[in-house]
């Protein structure tokens, strides 16, 4: 696993090159002292690795930007896709010292080796659509949620899909969690759509979403926490961590209500991938430990198996997308 002496580490996302494993993380200085200050002096660190167990520190992928920018304050989760002509383009989140970070974009940087990352310079690519997503509202919200950009192709082969952690524009204010979601025919030109899932399913956020096949079925994973939870999911004792939803197909619809724990809170931000056998693993920071308070760094993989999915209803296929 990888762990620094000198940084937290967090949330993190991965590109595999079928050779090797480059992981994406962030991270902040412990010279901070106190964890809770990390997340307003985070930076994208990196990562590589044969085996998703020995890792490579590499130089940092990204920083904030000068001043004044949109993610001139920090720099958050984001995923990494190769587009047909061989460019890596990273999609992350930024927040700025002029909106004190309480308003989430998302943007992108490109790279030809996955070393070296350019940002875009005509800066955030999308920002939270008010016709179905909250905006910043601080007697609802601490923030304007519009982050974790998860980017993939379209299993249908018309372009590109983003799901995003978002909050939809009405409901009860902790019940308001919803995947939202932007399509692209290019990567360059995106546009918004109506999110993936239905809020009132029990959770305020669900962060660094994540859909893939498995054994044949569609799931989304996401992550979301005890004090962020409805007071509902509350009530049924759930601590948080990572959990599991059925989905319809990669881009939904989404069965948020049927969500199930997949991890406790010592674990959070979870990633599955395929490792070289083939086996689909998760992978998660280490988000707590008795008696030691917040840990940092990825845990080993964990192997995904049948059992985890038992219990999930199985899903109707959805009609053709209107987006395409």
């Known amino acids: 696993m990888l762990e620094l002496p000198d940084s937290w580490t967090w949330d993190f996302w991965l590109a595999d090159t079928g050779a090797e494993y480059h992981l994406f993380f962030l991270r902040a200085s412990r010279a901070l002292l106190d964890p809770d200050r990390r ?8 990562a590589v690795s044969t ?27 984001g995923s990494v896709v190769q587009d047909s002509a061989g460019l890596w383009r990273m999609f992350y989140t930024g927040v700025s010292r002029a909106e004190k970070g309480l308003v989430q974009r998302i943007g992108v940087a490109t790279s030809a080796d996955l070393i070296h990352w350019r940002k875009d310079p005509e800066g955030a690519l999308l920002q939270a659509d008010p016709r179905w997503y909250e905006r910043l509202d601080l007697d609802n919200w601490n923030d304007e ?35 939202g979601h932007a399509h692209s025919h290019d990567l360059t030109e995106w546009h918004v759509q109506p999110p993936l899932s239905e809020p009132g399913a029990g959770f305020g956020q669900l962060e660094v979403p994540q859909s893939e096949v498995i054994d044949g079925r569609a799931v989304l994973i996401f992550s979301c926490l005890r004090g962020e939870l409805a007071e509902r999911r509350k009530q049924a004792g759930h601590s948080g961590g990572v959990w599991i939803a059925p989905a319809a197909s990669l881009v939904g619809p989404f069965d948020i209500d049927a969500a199930q724990p ?9 990633r599955i991938i395929q490792d070289r056998t083939g086996r ?45």
């Open 39 to 46: 997340h307003y002096r985070a930076s994208v660190g990196h």
């Open 51 to 77: 085996d998703l167990v020995n890792w490579d520190l590499l130089p940092d992928a990204l920083v904030p930007s000068d001043s004044p920018a949109w993610d001139d304050l920090a720099t958050w989760t």
């Open 145 to 179: 949620a519009w982050r974790d950009p998860w980017v993939m192709p379209d299993p249908n082969g018309e372009g590109w899909q983003m799901l995003i952690t978002a909050r939809a524009a009405t409901g009860p204010a902790d019940d308001r969690g919803v995947i």
């Open 262 to 270: 997949l991890t406790d809170d010592s674990l959070y931000a979870g």
């Open 280 to 324: 689909w693993v998760l992978l998660a920071f280490r988000h707590r430990e008795p008696d030691s308070g917040f840990r940092r760094g990825p845990s080993d993989p964990t192997p995904l198996r049948s059992g985890h999915l038992h219990g999930l209803p199985s899903l109707p296929l959805p009609h053709p997308s209107p987006w395409v």
